[in-house]
């Protein structure tokens, strides 16, 4: 380094800060050994702060503006440094530049599932995650609090921080607002405007403001989704019987997929009786939508559906299955004599050889073949 280089470097003329990241909060600038001298130009762009710290005390706080650097523009450094009538000599001062613009994007969400009692589902879990947004308001504050002489201090440096405060005080708000869980997502606006009200005093004991605040997500663990899910599907298909039904069709589906484990007999069987049962259920409605419809008194009843047994196979209720189906079951080798029988009247299950409606379907079959 030359003579004209050291020199150059001893006396700053132009103090600045151009910031090229989107993460940094406080930047210290780079005097190393070098000295201010009157007169210096200071040039604070819009979003920043400068502030000039003494011997470790903040003295000045400059405003986005340029300033020339004089006793009257620094009016507590001069205090400080004892300038009763101006200075003419460098002097030596910590300046940091402070960025004032909202850092956006901050995520925040649950380590842990919150524990809460819920009005419909009892103790219930929750998670929740979203975003917010804070901007330094009291630069002198926050070096004070957060950064003190780093001289160069990111956001990633102090999220930590703020997001355990922000899960403390969600928590907190969450239990005391007594939201039933499925009434959360309707409310996702209020709740983030009472965190915002409640979490800024304590952001502002730093020098900071939160901007702006969301809740994203408040989810229930996979399980009791799952659960959920299972309820809200009952709840579309209306009743059990319709449910047992539905179930029934995708147990015939499923069967259908894997014919090497089924008996085809009474696939086929079960598959004509839900037809039959749905053909009957849609004729019924009919017939009830005819009876809402009409104001005919000697309009006749629907007639009668077909008898429907019960059937016991391996130890499992199987059914109702219609006369029809019943005797596709015996030729296929899947009902006979000594298969358990049960409809609506009886009081018994019964051999349905010992059924007199059912014995006229094993008339028709024919005997085993001898050996």
Not at 167 to 175: H, K
């Amino acid at each position: 380094m030359g003579l004209w280089d050291r020199i150059k470097n001893e006396l700053i003329d132009i103090i600045e800060w151009t910031d090229d990241t989107n993460n940094t909060m406080v930047w210290k600038f780079p005097r190393h050994q070098n000295e201010i001298k009157n007169g210096a130009q200071l040039t604070v762009r819009e979003s920043q702060v400068a502030v000039f710290v003494n011997e470790g005390k903040i003295a000045d706080v400059f405003q986005p503006g340029r300033y020339q650097l004089t006793t009257q523009n620094m009016p507590i450094l001069t205090t400080l440094m004892g300038w009763k009538y101006g200075f003419n000599s460098p002097f030596k001062v910590d300046i940091f530049f402070v960025n004032t613009k909202n850092f956006t994007d901050n995520k925040w969400g649950t380590k842990n599932p919150i524990m809460l009692r819920d009005a419909e589902f009892g103790p219930i879990r929750l998670r929740a995650f979203g975003t917010y947004a804070i901007k330094v308001i009291d630069a002198a504050q926050f070096i004070r609090e957060i950064t003190g002489t780093q001289a160069h201090f990111t956001t990633d440096e102090v999220t930590e921080q703020l997001r355990n405060l922000i899960i403390t005080r969600f928590t907190d708000a969450i239990g005391e607002s007594k939201i039933p869980a499925l009434d959360l997502a309707a409310n996702y606006d209020e709740l983030s405007a009472f965190i915002t009200g409640k979490i800024n005093p304590e952001f502002g004991e730093y020098g900071l403001s939160v901007t702006k605040f969301l809740v994203e997500n408040v989810s229930l663990p996979p399980e009791v989704e799952a659960a959920l899910d299972k309820r809200s599907s009952m709840g579309i298909l209306g009743n059990l019987n319709q449910y047992a039904q539905f179930q029934a069709a995708n147990a015939i589906e499923a069967a259908a997929k894997n014919p090497g484990g089924s008996n085809p007999g009474l696939e086929m069987g079960m598959g004509i009786t839900m037809a039959q049962q749905m053909a009957q259920m849609l004729n019924q409605q009919q017939n009830q939508n005819q009876q809402n419809n009409t104001s005919n008194n000697n309009t006749p009843p629907p007639i009668p559906g077909p008898v429907s047994y019960f059937v016991a196979i391996n130890g499992q209720q199987q059914g109702p299955f219609t006369l029809p189906s019943l005797q596709q079951m015996v030729a296929a080798g899947s009902f006979n004599r000594e298969t358990l029988v049960w409809k609506q009247g009886m009081s018994n299950w019964l051999k349905a050889g010992e059924v007199q409606e059912l014995s006229s379907l094993f008339d028709a079959t024919p005997p085993p073949i001898p050996k």
